[in-house]
Each structure stands twice: as structure tokens, then as C-alpha cells.
């Protein structure tokens, strides 16, 4: 089993930053692609940025450009950099581990940006 807890999401004003953080612990080695999602108000969860073991990473066009995921493979966190924040961005981010075929997901940690 594989546990996942994101932290650092919070109010911003628009145009500000934030950084996510997903800790994972259990049983983490072998963890391959991680993921940051979303799921904004009355929308369908979204996939914001994927990153492999290699550090090879992707990202939807909506945040090209303005958020950054990296990981360190030592201990399987994940983080997700978010610039220039804005209202649009509001969402529930959540962290999601891929083991041995098997996807974990975290709680969840809301990010509100007003307009």
C-alpha cells in the first residue's frame, strides 16, 4: 500500500504562487509516474502534470509555462510549483503514485485563487 498526503495549498491573489507538496509513504518503492490532478467546482478531474522516474514531465496546456512538478526519487515526494496563479486554477489538487499497475491517490488540497 502506498499513502499519499498533499499539503500546501491555500488563498492566493491572482498572479501569486504556491507550492505543493504530496509525501508518500508504505510502501513506496517501485513507484513509477506521479501525477498532480484537479478538480475544480462543477468540472471533471484533469490531469495538471506527470512526471516519470526519469524526471521526464508533461503538463496541460492550460498550465504550460506557469507550473513546474518534480520529484525526488529517493523518497517519492512530488511537488507541483504553481506562478502566476489564476482564478482558474481553483481547485482540489491531488497527488496520484502509479506501483506495479496500481494507482493511489492522495486527499486532496484545496487551492483558491479569487478573481
Known amino acids: 500500500q502506498v499513502q499519499l498526503v498533499e499539503s500546501g495549498g491555500g488563498l492566493v491573489q491572482a498572479g501569486g504562487s504556491l507550492r505543493l507538496s504530496c509525501a508518500a509513504s508504505?510502501?513506496?518503492?517501485?513507484?513509477?509516474?506521479m501525477d498532480w490532478y484537479r478538480q475544480a467546482p462543477r468540472k471533471q478531474r484533469e490531469v495538471v502534470a506527470t512526471?516519470?522516474?526519469?524526471?521526464?514531465?508533461n503538463y496541460a496546456d492550460s498550465v504550460k509555462g506557469r507550473f513546474t512538478i518534480s520529484r525526488d526519487n529517493t523518497k517519492n515526494p512530488v511537488y507541483l510549483q504553481m506562478e502566476r496563479l489564476k482564478p482558474e486554477d481553483t481547485a482540489v489538487y491531488c497527488c496520484h503514485a502509479v506501483r506495479w499497475g496500481v494507482g493511489y491517490w492522495g486527499q486532496g488540497t484545496q487551492v483558491a485563487v479569487p478573481s
Open positions: 508504505g510502501i513506496i518503492f517501485s513507484i513509477g509516474v
Open positions: 512526471i516519470t522516474t526519469g524526471g521526464t514531465s
